[in-house]
């Protein structure tokens, strides 16, 4: 059942960051954004890294989305965004019954051994043994400040990037 939740949300995911790409309106660019954010989260959870899927809500659903509408108000564009985010919803909801179907089609041809979600992850008990070697901060820290430093500095380059790029499209039209 878990590989079949993990291919739901997997899909859910791709599916709403190919939406904020495509999205042309900001206000739904933004919501497809929200929910590529809390599949993550939920992603994480399956992987029972709950402070993971905690700080992903908090910090990047919440706070960050708060300020990237935050700039979209500034913008002040005078568009009904009403039309936009009900298509917007659907998309996202059909992506959902993808992942659904491919989850169930994924679970029948493959067997429990050769699940691809745990392959680059510990698993529960290994999780377990990482909190009693390292402790939370060490078993999050270490990988994310050395494996995946990369990806960090890139997440966070990029946020800026957006950042920077919203307030000069905002003082443009002032």
Known sequence: MGEVIFFILATMAVGGAVGVVLQTNPVGSLLFMVGTLASVAGIFVLLEAHFLAAIQVLVYAGAIMVLFLFVIMLLNLGHDYEPDVKRGLGAFLSFGV????AGVLAGQVRGAEENPVYQFFP???GMDRL???QGIVGAI???LFTDYV???ELVGVLLLVALVGAVALAKKRA
């Open 123 to 125: 698993g529960p008990e």
């Open 131 to 133: 909190l009693q070697e």
């Open 141 to 143: 820290a270490r990988p």
């Open 98 to 101: 993808v992942g659904t179907l």
């Open 150 to 152: 990369l990806a960090f």
